[in-house]
């Protein structure tokens, strides 16, 4: 028997991102495969369920394993891998604070299935049909995993070791994860692997001390290539994010959209950010302040919990009443062509 | 009463993982098979609210195989949503930047799904039958060479669009950035290493693939052939085209359907829902949902490369439209419905947008400054479709006056050939499958070709080094005991 390490990577509700850029790491990948064993790895290889549930109890060394909870079925694998895991890392954003699926917890799954199956408007289902966990059809028996009423992380499903942050994490952060795995340098249970700056401190652009009277929304301008695109009006959240990814997005002329998470030290990503747009408002009255930022930014909570909803201090909007859930309006019919 | 399911479970991706169930009549004959979809996210829904400027980076997220295909969608739709026409050096540079993605894609789906089957043989050792065998049959030299296509892709995707997975640059009007002429020279460069790279897998094809007899046969066999509807879209030459044109629809003969605008697509294409999976099932409106049939009565079609040069007249570039005739002299003219034939017409659509991209980099106005235009009208409502690797591709977007997200529609690529993948892997494991028949790897094998050929997002996860759905399958009594279990 070899005396590698055991390797196991699973996705659950993502988009296949992550797999993708761990293939980004071109040649290391044979460096990971020389290092490990990859004992399980649907995209790559045969190990089925069954085989995982005859492990015993942590028989897998690392596992990382990207994708949020939302089906049953998500929920069985991330216990399961737990469970067969000396160390589990919350791979990617997904996993680490729900990501862009994450918010789906704006809404409930009744308004998911009746949007998508109901009301959209190609959608020909006037019985209104929707999926079953459990269905006869033309006598056989079917089963779905249920869906569930909001997206979790991994971290609220069960215990994870650590997280990698991004969306996904660019393919030399894997691979810094993977030297300290290899070299047992790893930091203590709980820590995130990656940087403590921010997406600002990789920034190229120049930062003065410019202050504005109102945020721009990004198709109303042409933001110069050179200067903060904060102190240009426009909301990049670069300030309240973990850098790691070589601020990609400003460089080609784009405001970052936080997808590496909250930096070290940031408990809620958007009171950061709340707090990185007070500091460039050029402004002392708190209700000229609170008119900018509303007027700037029409969707506060998509905007600044883009990526951190599930994970982050609200979690959820259905928490609040529905009163106060203006920012959500219904679908209004639309008439058939 | 059926007495048996086998059922497949291949673990892999569309939103999620996918599970084929065929069910057994008592006397052991194929009855019925379903490939379940398992999840929804509900994008759709979700997406309401937000800022319509989010919507290219948003939906990316649908898919980290082809972010490419939703950003561009997206950016598409917010386009017409805010009125705004794009400079002509925007259009160009998204294009190319869509065709490098294309080229990138296909070259992954051809060498590591598609090229195991043909190279090695349906029938090879499994432990055999994945990439590093195909690597191990024709050489290292061909290991690199897909290697080097695939990381020049990306690392081109990440130099335009800022990142290699989920890239954030298009927006309505344009794109964020352009550029420079050391960037143009180099996308050129590397724009003509991939046609050299299409060519030499379109040889490699001819000979491994063509050259024997008996593969020749089994993609012409009646397991892997359905007389569907076929969809793509196409310039005003009727040449297929990824990134615009009109939509056009040719019928099992070959003649045209529809062909439109892809604003109008609701007067085409109306989905059906299933209680037994998450996934929906378009289908041509005009026909009608008839079931899992195919023919011209049925309102099934396909959005696949095969069903993009089944809908077009022609490749409108030089290279590639002579592979086309090739193809279609091959195989006894058009349109070809042998699903696995796609992946000749996926190396075909390779070599176009290889061609393309020279083209569009050598273009006078690729570097031009002006690649943007800003929007001045009130944005309402917007459509943008592109050919996605695997369809189709639909957004659809209404907003308030602010710019906010009201209501969102989206058809996605593979969802179009979802019903026709249910299709396929009915037919064929009712031809592999009969009465009496040991239930073998092979078998599976071949099962699992059928709903490959499609390359659907189910199997973006099988894009990967061995480029193997793991399969089991349970051969169940009636009270649910385990019979057999055949595992790889």
């Keep these: 028997m070899s005396s590698k390490g055991k390797l196991a990577i699973y996705w659950a509700a993502s988009c296949g991102g992550c797999e993708i850029s761990i293939l980004a790491l071109n040649e290391k990948i044979l460096d990971v495969a020389n290092a490990f064993d990859i004992v399980f790895c649907p995209c790559i290889m045969d190990t089925k369920v069954r085989d995982v549930e005859r492990w015993p109890d942590q028989y897998v060394d690392v596992c990382l394993f990207n994708g949020g909870i939302r089906t049953s079925e998500q929920e069985y694998m991330a216990q399961l891998l737990r469970a067969k895991s000396k160390v589990l890392v919350a791979f990617g954003s997904c996993a680490t604070e729900g990501c862009i699926p994450g918010l789906a917890n704006l809404t409930k799954r009744q308004e998911i299935f009746e949007t998508v199956y109901c009301e959209t408007p190609s959608t020909d289902n006037r019985a209104r049909v929707l999926p079953l966990p459990e269905v006869q059809c033309d006598g056989n028996h079917l089963s779905l995993p249920v869906f569930y009423d909001m997206v979790r992380t991994l971290g609220q499903t069960v215990k994870v070791d650590y997280a990698l942050p991004g969306c996904p994490p660019e393919a030399p952060r894997i691979w810094d994860a993977v030297v300290a795995i290899l070299e047992g340098k790893l930091p203590a249970p709980g820590s995130v692997l990656g940087a403590t700056t921010t997406c600002c401190d990789e920034c190229p652009r120049t930062r003065t001390e410019k202050t504005i009277k109102e945020f721009k929304r990004l198709w109303q301008v042409a933001p110069d290539p050179n200067t903060c695109l904060l102190e240009q009006g426009l909301v990049c959240c670069g300030p309240a994010t973990r850098a790691g990814c070589g601020a990609r997005c400003p460089q080609v002329n784009s405001p970052c959209i936080g997808c590496y998470g909250p930096n070290a030290g940031v408990e809620d990503f958007g009171a950061r950010m709340i707090a990185a747009l007070a500091s460039v408002i050029d402004s002392q009255d708190p209700e000229e302040i609170d008119r900018i930022v509303r007027e700037g930014v029409p969707d506060p909570v998509g905007t600044f919990y883009r990526f951190s909803l599930a994970g982050g201090l609200l979690r959820r909007a259905a928490l609040v009443p529905d009163a106060e859930r203006h920012e959500l309006p219904l679908p209004s019919p639309i008439p058939q062509p | ?488």
């Excluded at chain 2, 009855?31 to 989010?54: S, T």
């Excluded at chain 2, 892809?262 to 008839?290: C, M, N, Q, S």
């Excluded at chain 2, 071949?446 to 399969?471: K, N, S, V, W």
Aim: net charge neutral.
């Design chain 2, 1 to 488: 009463m059926t007495t048996q399911r086998i059922s497949i479970d291949p673990i892999t991706r569309l939103e999620g993982h996918g599970k084929i169930d065929i069910f057994l009549t008592p006397k052991g004959d194929v009855a019925d098979a379903y490939l379940q979809v398992p999840e929804l996210r509900g994008f759709e829904r979700f997406c309401v609210g937000r800022l319509a400027e989010d919507m290219p980076n948003l939906t990316a997220r649908i898919c980290g195989v082809c972010p490419e295909a939703h950003h561009i969608a997206s950016a598409k739709a917010l386009d017409a949503l805010f009125h705004v026409d794009p400079p002509p050096t925007a259009k160009k540079l998204r294009e190319m930047f869509y065709c490098i993605f294309f080229a990138t894609d296909h070259t992954t789906h051809f060498y590591a799904l598609g090229a195991p089957d043909f190279i090695l043989g349906p029938d090879a050792p499994p432990e055999q039958r994945n990439i590093l065998g195909v690597i191990q049959k024709v050489g290292m030299d061909i290991a690199g060479r897909v290697l080097k296509m695939r990381r020049d892709g990306h690392n081109l995707i990440e130099m335009i669009g800022g990142r290699k997975v989920h890239p954030n640059w298009a927006l309505p009007g344009g794109v964020s950035r352009g550029i420079n002429e050391e960037q143009r020279k180099e996308i050129e460069a590397l724009g003509r290493d991939a046609i050299e790279f299409a060519q030499f897998s379109l040889n490699l094809f001819r000979e491994q693939v063509l050259g024997n007899r008996a593969y020749l046969q089994l993609i012409t066999s009646e397991a892997y052939t359905h007389r569907t509807y076929n969809m793509g879209t196409v310039d005003g030459n009727n040449c297929v085209n990824f990134y615009d044109g009109l939509i056009r629809v040719v019928g099992p003969d070959g003649r045209e359907h529809a062909k439109y605008p892809a604003r109008d697509y609701r007067e085409y294409v109306a989905e059906h829902v299933e209680p037994w999976t998450y996934l929906k099932f378009p289908f041509l409106k005009k026909i009608g949902w008839k079931g899992f049939v195919d023919g011209e009565d049925s309102g099934l079609y396909k959005a696949t490369p095969l069903s993009r040069l089944n809908a077009a007249d022609g490749m409108a570039t030089s290279l590639a439209q002579k592979e086309y005739e090739r193809m279609y002299d091959a195989l006894g003219g058009k349109p070809i419905h042998h699903t696995l034939a796609t992946h000749w017409a996926r190396l075909i659509e390779l070599l176009y947008a290889a061609e393309r991209w020279v083209e569009l980099a050598t273009d006078a106005e690729i570097t031009g400054t002006e690649y943007r235009a800003l929007p001045t009208a009130t944005p309402d409502e917007g459509i943008g479709c592109v050919e996605a690797p695997r369809g189709t591709l639909t957004h659809h977007y209404w907003s308030d006056e602010r710019g906010v997200i009201t209501r969102v529609n989206l058809i996605v690529g593979t969802t179009n050939n979802y019903a026709p993948i249910n299709l396929s892997i009915k037919d064929a494991a009712r031809a592999l499958i009969r009465r009496g028949t040991a239930v073998s790897e092979g078998l599976l094998n071949r099962i699992e070709m059928a709903f490959r050929a499609y390359d659907p997002c189910l199997g973006c996860a099988t894009h990967y080094l061995p480029g193997q759905m793991p399969l089991t399958v349970v051969l169940r009594a009636p009270d649910g005991r385990v019979l057999k279990t055949i595992g790889r």
